[in-house]
């Protein structure tokens, strides 16, 4: 659908703050801290999954973290640590961290309609000890991203529970969706994906997991 007239455009600051004249509610400044609470601890350290996002000279990243809970270790209230497993190498988030060293987690707990949002600054280290701390089945990260913390909050419920995201009712069949094999053949004309591509899926994942 198009955007008709300029008129309906929101291009100031001052357009902005007249949208949205009423005041913040005030818990929703009151839960924005500097450091890591033991509240906030405990619900980082229940998660399993987190989207990091970063920006670099090519444009915005958001990418996909996840391992067991407690996978970002809380190193004390101002710092964390991530691990970065293996991946596909395009090194995105990585490439911007070089350029630009703020972060921002969003963190996911399932079956919690709160997330736990968490900003910062972050070295890329590669301290063998460090690395080696966060193996699993006997391979360690490469580098572990140490993220200084400068705010931490938690959302409201409010978007979780309107997408129904931990719904069983609202779980969508893989198989009423293109594969990623499917995809590929789509977008390169069947030089790359098909079939073929998504029958080794399972294999190449095992062996690639970590």
Same mark, same amino acid.
């Given at each position: ?41 405990? *619900? ?63 963190? *996911? ?102």
């Amino acid at each position: 659908m198009a955007v008709n007239g300029s008129n309906h455009v929101i291009s100031t600051m001052a357009q902005l703050e007249a949208l949205f004249e009423e005041p913040p509610y005030p818990p929703a400044l009151a839960k924005e801290v500097e450091r890591i609470t033991p509240a906030y601890r405990t *619900l980082i350290e229940a998660s399993p999954f987190c989207a990091l996002a970063t920006n670099g000279p090519e444009g915005l990243d958001c990418s996909p973290r996840g391992d067991p809970a407690g996978f970002v270790r809380v190193l004390d209230e101002h710092t964390v640590v991530v691990p970065d497993r293996r991946g596909n190498n395009r090194i995105d988030s990585m490439r911007n961290l070089i350029h630009d060293p703020r972060v921002a987690l969003l963190f *996911l707990i399932p079956g919690v309609s709160e997330t736990i949002r968490i900003m910062g600054r972050v070295t890329i280290s590669t301290d063998p000890e460090l690395c080696a701390s966060f193996a699993i089945q006997g391979k360690a990260p490469r580098c572990v991203l140490v993220v200084a913390v400068e705010k931490v909050f938690f959302q409201c419920a409010k978007a979780i529970v309107r997408s129904k995201l931990w719904d069983p009712a609202t779980k969508v069949e893989r198989s009423t969706l293109p594969t990623p094999g499917k995809i590929l053949a789509e977008i390169t004309g069947g030089k790359l994906g098909g079939p073929e591509h998504d029958r080794i899926a399972p294999e190449r994942m095992k062996a690639t997991i970590y």
